[in-house]
C-alpha cells in the first residue's frame, strides 16, 4: 500500500497479511528498524493491538508482545498491520 506522511518525520505504511504470516511479518518489521509504532487491525479494521517500539528495543523486551501477537494470529484469519516509521 501506499506510504501515508504523517508529520515531517514520520510515515505510515500498511501490510494486509493471513493470520498465519503475522507473526512472521511483524518480525520481520522490527528487523527493519526505524518503526515507531505497530497497529494490527482485524478485516473490519477493529484495532486488536497497538505498541510502541524504540530505537535500541531488543528481542528479549519485546517476546510478551510477540506471545500477544501469536495469540492474536491464532484467532484471525485477515489482518493488517499498520506501521508508523521515522525518516
Do not use: H, Y
Amino acid at each position: 500500500m501506499p506510504k501515508k506522511k504523517t508529520k515531517n518525520s514520520e510515515w505510515k505504511e500498511t501490510f494486509k497479511v493471513n493470520g498465519e504470516d503475522l507473526l512472521k511479518k511483524v518480525k520481520e518489521i522490527i528487523r527493519e528498524g526505524n518503526v515507531r509504532r505497530l497497529i494490527i487491525q482485524d478485516k473490519n479494521q477493529k484495532t486488536l493491538i497497538e505498541f510502541p517500539l524504540t530505537v535500541g528495543v531488543v528481542i528479549g523486551v519485546i517476546a510478551p508482545v510477540l506471545a500477544a501477537i501469536g495469540a492474536i494470529a491464532a484467532l484471525v484469519t485477515e489482518c493488517s498491520i499498520t506501521v508508523v516509521r521515522e525518516e
